[in-house]
């Protein structure tokens, strides 16, 4: 009679148990994956059961009806291929996730159903033919020829595994493809010594090792799973736009951002705001069957989309907008949310998922500022998004191997009839010779935390400039400041030690500030304003006329200078209006002890009219366009008749 050793599959028992119990917990969700994963623990734990029961009834044989010893083990043989067709199905199911043509999905549950039709023949035939295991006379277990059979059929899933994992590599996501490659091997080697040693049982350590391996994908999918709505969060949304990417399918992503959010949660409470974001998720989630929604931040959603045109895609973000600007419903009230939408479609463009997270981030930021609170797709946005990234590495890279330029544009002094002071501009070069325009260099360094960087080499390359004296003409330059700067604790620090590391005196230095730096933070701006002007340094109030403060506000602060916006001297002086308002500011300024400084000005009727109403300095492309430093010197010596054109050319 053959002895078995049952200690691994007891073991085997306790690990089941172990893994339904865990199982058991409505946060893993109720999907058909997660359902059939169930299925197969409950199977599992049953096949061995059954299998412990089996050498049971067999070492017992004469105590037991024929029957039913035949009944049970055909039974356990039946039940533990049907498991090995579970396995196989689910992580089929896993690889062909994100796989456009499910055909070949189709075609490897037929081979499924017809190993295990086949086999439940054979087990039926095995009644009377014995061709798996059999019973002798003395009621002896006996096995048959194709006692290995089952087997054979769990060797033939772990190739078509292979196989299919081979074909489908890119469409797998990476933590998945890692997970799933461990599964053939591991039932490969415990299959082959189950084979070798047939009195050691294994069959339960073999789907066990199955079972821990599929409950690595859902602990995987666990991670990437927001605690709060149960749905997807950030990483889990990487994953999926890389997996749809891979796998060459087209998509639609609609986010959104909730705008005040903190009002609802001070007047609601905090309990009662989660509550909101948990319906507002959920809704999200059931929008479309074949769609899965994200929490990307606190107030921020995504939910993404297949793609079948354009029609169905703005219709999408439409019932998606709409809904958002309905009242949601808590309890006994009801609350108004207020969002901001942007949508991209993917339909096979050269992006990966950070740079589509990147678009829909910048995509949110024009949403924030549109009337309508929503940006839909548009091929122009992505390209531009593209050209800022474009700007942004060029950025970096230029600060670390010191590509920036300073360029200086000289004022005309109409007292002396002299260039003796200039402004400080930042230039860009490209990688193909052409040059960055600084309206789109600036903005985008302030918004990604660089213009410090770019202040600093200003000011470095202005003191190194105005230290040498080189060009004692040049009685000062200014340098603009943004309010960043301002916001930085150590920018006075920094003025005042490269002022003394390059022997520059404070009245050498001026700072220009813009009218809308002022009307954000008045108070911070006058404190640090003070500080540096009682160590000497002088400010001018840059593009005046822009209409972001009053006068009382700049009375307040203690500026040398005012530069008018070229904005006002665009019309002047043929225009009435814009001579009366420009005299007048002129005489006004005057009277209160400040220099003006006009900016803009390109003809000889503008800039007569204006030497005539006493400005003190005219800066514009009339008498001299930006020029780099090796420029300045020539052109100010050699500017023997400033009140012709000839230093712009």
């Not at 049953?46 to 049971?56: E, R, T």
């Not at 017992?60 to 090995?84: E, G, K, Q």
């Not at 302030?446 to 040498?468: A, M, N, T």
Request: with cysteine.
């Amino acid at each position: 009679m053959i002895s078995w050793s049952l200690s691994a599959e007891f073991f085997s028992i306790i690990i089941l148990s172990i893994l339904i119990l865990s199982f058991h917990d409505r946060r893993w969700g109720s999907s058909p994956q997660s359902r059939l994963f169930h299925v197969c623990l409950w199977l599992s734990a049953a096949s061995v059961g059954l299998n412990i029961l089996c050498v049971f009834t067999i070492s017992r044989a004469s105590s037991f009806p024929l029957w039913a010893n035949i009944l049970l083990n055909s039974v356990y043989f039946l039940m533990t291929v049907l498991v090995s067709v579970l396995i196989s199905h689910s992580i089929f199911s896993l690889i062909y996730e994100h796989v456009d043509k499910k055909n070949g999905l189709v075609l490897l549950r037929a081979l499924l159903a017809f190993f295990y039709i086949a086999y439940c023949i054979l087990v039926i035939l095995n009644v009377r033919t014995g061709v798996i295991f059999y019973f002798d006379a003395h009621r002896l277990y006996r096995r048959g020829p194709l006692i290995n059979f089952g087997y054979v059929i769990v060797m033939a899933e772990i190739l078509l595994v292979v196989l299919c994992l081979l074909r489908h590599l890119k469409s797998i996501d990476r933590s998945m493809r890692r997970v799933l490659w461990i599964i053939p091997p591991a039932i490969f080697l415990q299959v082959l010594y189950q084979i070798a040693f047939p009195n050691i049982l294994l069959n339960g350590s073999i789907v066990v090792t199955a079972d821990m391996i599929l409950l690595l994908n859902f602990q995987t999918r666990r991670l990437e799973q927001d605690s709060l709505t149960s749905i997807g969060n950030r990483a889990g949304f990487y994953h999926e736009l890389s997996a749809q990417i891979n796998s060459h399918r087209q998509f639609q992503v609609i986010v959104m951002a909730i705008r005040h959010f903190g009002s609802v949660n001070q007047r609601y409470g905090h309990s009662n705001g989660d509550a909101l974001l948990y319906k507002a998720a959920l809704w999200l989630d059931h929008f479309d069957k074949k769609g899965c929604a994200f929490r990307l931040g606190s107030v921020a959603f995504a939910i993404l989309l297949p793609y079948e045109d354009a029609a169905s895609s703005q219709a999408n973000l439409q019932k998606i907008t709409e809904r958002f600007q309905k009242p949601w419903e808590l309890g006994p009230v009801n609350i108004q949310l207020t969002a901001q939408f942007a949508e991209l479609i993917y339909t096979g463009q050269d992006w990966d998922a950070t740079s589509i997270l990147e678009f829909l981030r910048y995509g949110l930021s024009l949403a924030a500022e549109a009337p309508s609170g929503c940006i839909p797709f548009q091929e122009g946005i992505y390209e531009q998004m593209e050209l800022h990234q474009d700007v942004l590495s060029l950025m970096r890279r230029s600060i670390k191997e010191g590509r920036f330029q300073v360029w200086y544009q000289p004022l005309y002094n109409c007292r002396t009839h002299s260039f003796t002071s200039a402004e400080a501009l930042l230039r860009l070069p490209g990688d193909d010779g052409s040059w960055i325009p600084p309206s789109l260099f600036i903005p985008l360094a302030e918004e990604h935390g660089l213009i410090d960087d770019l202040h600093q080499i200003v000011l470095e390359q202005v003191c190194r400039f105005l230290g040498s004296r080189s060009l004692p003409e040049l009685s000062s330059v200014s340098i603009n400041l943004s309010m960043q700067q301002f916001s930085s604790p150590d920018l006075i620090a920094r003025i005042v030690d490269c002022a003394e590391r390059f022997h520059v005196s404070p009245s050498q230095l001026k700072l220009e500030i813009t009218e809308r730096m002022l009307s954000e933070n008045p108070d911070r701006m006058r404190a640090s304003m003070r500080s540096l002007y009682l160590l000497g340094f002088h400010f001018y109030l840059d593009d005046f006329g822009t209409g972001y403060s009053n006068l009382s506000t700049l009375l307040d602060c203690p500026f040398s200078c005012i530069k008018l916006d070229q904005s006002l001297i665009r019309e002047y002086p043929a225009d009435r209006r814009s001579k009366a308002i420009l005299d007048s500011m002129l005489k006004l300024f005057h009277a209160l002890g400040l220099q003006v400084v006009t900016e803009g000005v390109e003809t000889s009727a503008q800039a007569q009219a204006l030497r005539e109403k006493g400005t003190d300095w005219i800066q514009g492309y009339y008498y001299a366009r930006p020029m780099p430093e090796d420029k300045l010197l020539p052109f100010i010596r050699g500017a023997s008749n400033p009140l012709s054109p000839e230093g712009a050319s």
